[in-house]
């Protein structure tokens, strides 16, 4: 029940008890009457009780009504606005982390002040507490960033040695000694463009370039890219369109791209031989939803909450597939909440496999 609706009430009790102790009172002397005055008289008087406790009763009713009504507007303005005032601010707080300053008036009672003070050191914890985070996590996006810039150098130096060194005349063992090392200096390479990705992103220095998008399209240029690997591992990938074409999506191409890439390519990497990854797409509202669903490995419930966290990696994925970094989904959710859009995924009903949901606003024409 509502505060106002709590108010409401007791004050109509307040004013039904009132004109239920005047009539009851009322019935109660006339009553009296009989026993005190002779039969003859009683008819009289009960009339002029009548008359007095109409009248007096309907002053001390009314009276009543307009003392409650008063009591009413006082705390309303005084109590339920201000709790209410309180409440949105806190809700707009709690939802977006925008603050809303309350006036305190002096006739704000000192509990309700007391609040709102409360409520205003809360908040300046959270801020502060917020702006800490963010000068951590900048210091530390600065620190990733410097760090793979500094690698990169070297690193591309070595897959160069590597490769010069494999056209060299070596035998069969040393060549496949080397063959490794430039394989391995390839994913070391991989692993610093993806820390460079992840700090540009979550420093904000990536500028997005958004355009409508016809990602349906994007997705079987994806599933034709990963049809050599797809082919290899036994496993089909395809897209299936509807009957009716997609709408176009708010989105950066080649993030968006990005995205696809590295959701079929862990599909195919997390599902055994001959099984599938079917990529298709509807529209959910003002939301173009987009699934990859394979017949996989799947990703247990103890590892529901921090599959998108970064450097996490399922103890059944790392069991069938030692490379991997763990960083991918964490970069593709950033960049499709980025887009104003999510990225989730659920098992298969048939407890088979996974389905990972790319959502996307479709663009307004
Ligand atoms: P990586 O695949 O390089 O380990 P990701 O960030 O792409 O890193 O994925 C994180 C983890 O999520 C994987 O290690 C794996 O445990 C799990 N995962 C991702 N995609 C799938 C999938 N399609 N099926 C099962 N598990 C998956």
Same mark, same amino acid.
């Given at each position: 029940m509502s505060l106002r609706a709590l108010l409401v009430t007791v004050l109509l009790s307040i004013l039904i008890t009132t004109s239920a102790v005047v009539v009851l009172s009322f019935l109660f002397l006339q009553e009296q009457l009989? *026993?005190?005055?002779p039969s003859e008289l009683v008819s009289q008087a009960s009339n002029s009780l009548f008359v007095l406790f109409t009248w007096q009763g309907l002053g001390i009713i009314l009276l009543t009504a307009s003392m409650m009504l008063g009591l009413y507007v006082l705390l309303e303005r005084l109590l339920v606005s201000r709790i209410r005032a309180l409440l949105k601010a806190m809700t707009v707080f709690a939802e977006s982390g925008e603050r809303i300053v309350l006036s305190n008036t002096s006739s704000t009672p000192k509990e309700i002040w007391e609040l709102v003070d409360v409520f205003d050191k809360i908040v300046e914890k959270v801020e502060a507490s917020h702006k800490k985070d963010l000068e951590v996590s900048r210091v530390k996006s600065d620190f990733i960033s410097t760090a793979a810039h500094q690698l990169r150098t070297p690193l591309t130096g070595i897959r160069w040695a590597l490769e010069a060194l494999e056209k060299s005349d070596l035998s069969d063992e040393l060549k &496949?000694?080397?063959? #490794? %090392?430039?394989?391995? &200096?390839?994913?070391l390479v991989s692993i610093v463009g993806t820390l460079l990705d992840i700090s540009a992103i979550e420093s904000g220095k990536y500028k997005y370039v958004f355009t409508a998008l016809d990602v349906e399209s994007v997705a079987e240029e994806v599933a034709k890219d990963f049809s050599p690997m797809a082919q290899k591992a036994l496993i &089909?990938?395809?897209?299936? !369109?509807? *009957? &009716? #074409?997609?709408?176009?999506? !708010? %989105?950066?191409?080649?993030r968006i791209k990005w995205i696809l890439n590295n959701l079929v390519e862990n599909a195919i990497r997390y599902t055994p031989e001959k099984g599938s990854v079917r990529i298709h797409g509807e529209v959910h509202g003002s939301k173009l939803l987009f699934m990859v669903r394979d017949t996989g490995i799947g990703i247990g419930k103890q590892d529901k909450n921090n599959i998108f966290e970064r450097f996490y990696r399922a103890q059944n994925a790392i069991a069938v597939q030692t490379g991997g970094n763990g960083l991918g989904l964490y970069i593709a959710r950033t960049v499709a909440t980025d887009h104003g859009g999510d990225l989730t995924f659920a098992p298969n009903e048939d407890g088979i496999g996974t389905t990972f949901t790319l959502s996307l606003p479709i663009a307004v024409p």
């Open positions: 009989f *026993t005190v005055f &496949s000694l080397v063959q #490794n %090392a430039k394989d391995k &200096s390839h994913e &089909s990938v395809y897209v299936e !369109r509807g *009957t &009716s #074409n997609l709408p176009k999506v !708010r %989105a950066d191409k080649e």
